[in-house]
């Protein structure tokens, strides 16, 4: 379990972190979403022990990361979104290095490696020297060696920056069978729809501050606050712009000619939507089909950060 | 046992050590110089014939220029070993991983420090061979030199100290090598400096009694120490001039040990900086 508690980090004037507050269960996958110096990094930065809050506290698994970080660090896999690998180090040496660096009986690292190296699909690059790795397989080998304490939480930041479309779809199959192993996961990224059916919550930060937090659909009701609907007619198109015309609930009417179809904003209840429905059904109009267009994540944050960096 | 004096650190660094070009000809820089001044120093004794004699004294001569060749040596590699231990972690984006894991800053440090340490004193070892030919002429008793790599290695571990200490409080490596360098200028040179000017001083006030400052300056500084150990005759003339007979090795040990103590709690502490609890 993960609780953070009025989490606070200030750079002389400047708030990177506004009095946080999260709390996590045990088993969760909590996705980050934020433009970049939101914040996201400096809370991972300060769960993984490298940094300390100005005030407040975090506790991973009742451990306090100011009190006790050596227990929190047994406790975390930390992946930062930059990192660097020693050139002249073979895989499986490199992975035996962090499982020595936890303390590691050299005999259980040695049983250890293969399966780490198996679980990230390395298995046939044991032998060779980590700066000959691709972009993607360095990725792969630092979660293998994030996980090579068997740590209950992950914190991965960025875990697929800079990875082409092969990679990420690797790194999204490993961050799933890591789900199902139990594992509370903290993932930030800039292709969160990408990861959204995976994600158990989100966590949306903006300057500091977090602003929206809960599932992923609970999150866009939240944050969309209208409603993206099409409409499919048979004929009558002009007539079926004007009834829309004039609802004061509908804005952003846009007409797709050759589709026969009409897409507009609706800020109406549910309760709201149906009645507009029947009285276009009495008013005759040829409405054969209505369905609400999904705005994705990215969509979701691009709106809420509005006026921030973007990412 | 082994398991629990395991320090993955120094293993690492060793291993990174070994396998790069630069130590190998760093290793072979180093031979090479004290094999050309060997050679020289042979040659030109026998006057390039080849023949005549070589006696003990001369033999001495050499075994004296030889440790002074080697300490300048090792003052001068030491910095380029230890000056990129933390920040050159820092410089490839592997230090903040390294902090992660349940390792201490002691370990870590001390990791570090040792490894650095561990091919100086292989490279020491490596310069013995060379350094045997002068038993083969005599002149020279085994203890001076038993006593010389004494002192090359607490000289090796303080200067190491200092550039690791360097290394942790600053973020790039370059800046943390000029400051060792800075150190070994200060600790060989200006101290000589400061020695000669107190002792000059202290003959124009002709003030009565020990001369500490020119004591204290000559026993810190390596060189001064150096010529003590290879001469006593040099122990006996400083005593003389700074009226102080605590022999120079005794405060040379203490300073040196404090230099290493204070050098690593720094580095110790300041390697986790950013964080409250920083052990």
């Given amino acids: 379990m993960i609780e953070i508690r009025d989490l606070t980090k200030k750079y002389g004037s400047f708030t990177a972190l506004d009095h946080l507050n999260l709390t996590l269960t045990e088993g969760t996958v909590f996705g980050f979403v934020g433009a970049n110096g939101a914040g996201k990094s400096t809370t991972f930065s300060i769960l993984a022990t490298l940094l300390s809050p100005t005030t407040g506290d975090a506790f991973i698994n009742g451990k306090s990361i100011i009190k006790e970080p050596t227990e929190v660090r047994k406790q975390i896999g930390y992946m930062p979104d930059f990192f660097g690998v020693y050139d002249q180090l073979k895989v499986d040496e490199y992975l035996d290095f962090y499982g020595a660096s936890y303390g590691i009986p050299s005999a259980e690292r040695k049983l250890l490696i293969p399966q780490l190296l198996e679980l990230v699909n390395l298995t046939t690059k044991r032998y060779e020297y980590v700066d000959l ?47 199902t192993m139990g594992k509370t996961i903290l993932i930030s990224s800039h292709i969160l729809p990408e990861l959204a059916e995976m994600c158990d919550e989100i966590g949306v930060i903006d300057n500091g501050k977090l602003i929206a937090h809960g599932n992923v659909a609970a999150i866009q009701a939240q944050l969309q606050g209208e409603k993206r609907i099409a409409i499919k007619v048979t004929e009558k198109l002009v007539e079926v712009r004007a009834f829309l015309e004039e609802d004061p609930l509908i804005s952003a009417i846009d007409v797709v000619e050759n589709r026969l179809e009409i897409v507009f904003n609706y800020r109406g209840t549910d309760a709201e939507q149906v009645a507009l429905l029947k009285k276009a059904v009495m008013a005759d109009l040829p409405i054969y089909a209505v369905s609400e267009e999904e705005k994705d994540l990215e969509d979701v944050f691009m709106a809420i950060t509005k006026g921030a960096d973007s990412p | 046992m082994m398991e629990r004096v395991y320090n993955p650190v120094f293993v690492k660094e060793l291993k990174l050590r070994f396998r790069s070009f630069k130590s190998f000809s760093g290793l072979m820089f180093y031979l090479a110089v004290l094999c050309v001044f060997i050679v020289g120093f042979l040659l030109v004794t026998t006057e390039f014939t080849g023949r005549g004699f070589f006696k003990p004294d001369i033999s001495f001569i050499m075994f004296a220029v030889l440790s002074i060749v080697q ?17 050159s972690e820092r410089e490839r984006q592997t230090l903040p991983i390294l902090l992660t894991t349940t390792q201490s800053s002691t370990q870590i440090i001390i990791g570090k420090l040792l490894s650095s340490v561990a091919f100086l004193v292989l490279m020491l070892i490596a310069g013995l061979p060379l350094y045997s030919l002068v038993f083969l002429f005599g002149g020279v008793a085994p203890s001076q030199v038993v006593s010389i790599f004494l002192f090359y ?18 973020k790039r490596t370059i800046v943390a090598m000029i400051a060792t360098y800075g150190s070994i200028i200060f600790l060989g040179g200006i101290t000589a400096f400061f020695f000669f000017l107190t002792i000059a001083f202290h003959g124009m006030t002709a003030a009565v009694g020990n001369s500490w400052m020119s004591y204290f300056w000559a026993a810190i500084n390596p060189g001064a120490l150096m010529l003590t150990l290879i001469s006593p005759e ?25 230099i290493i103590v204070f050098s690593l709690t720094i580095a110790i502490r300041k390697l986790r900086a950013n964080m409250k609890n920083n052990r």
């Avoid at chain 1, 914190?155 to 490993?174: C, F, H, N, T």
């Avoid at chain 2, 300490?71 to 920040?87: D, E, H, K, N, R």
């Avoid at chain 2, 122990?235 to 040990?257: A, C, M, N, Q």
């Fill in chain 2, 71 to 87: 300490m300048a040596l090792v003052l001068f590699i030491t910095p380029s070993l230890t000056a990129g231990a933390i920040s």
């Fill in chain 2, 153 to 170: 290695l607490v000289t090796v571990l303080a200067i190491g100290s200092i550039g690791v200490m360097f290394s942790t409080i600053t």
């Fill in chain 2, 234 to 258: 040099m122990g006996e003339g400083l005593t003389e001039v700074s009226g102080v007979s605590l022999p120079v090795w005794v405060t040379y040990l203490i300073v040196y040990s404090l």
């Fill in chain 1, 133 to 179: 790795l691709s972009r993607g397989m360095k990725q792969r080998l630092c979660l293998a060696r994030a996980l090579i304490h068997d740590p209950n939480v992950l914190i991965l930041d960025e875990p697929a920056s800079g990875l082409d479309p092969r990679a990420r779809v690797e790194m999204r199959d490993i961050l799933r069978h890591l789900k």
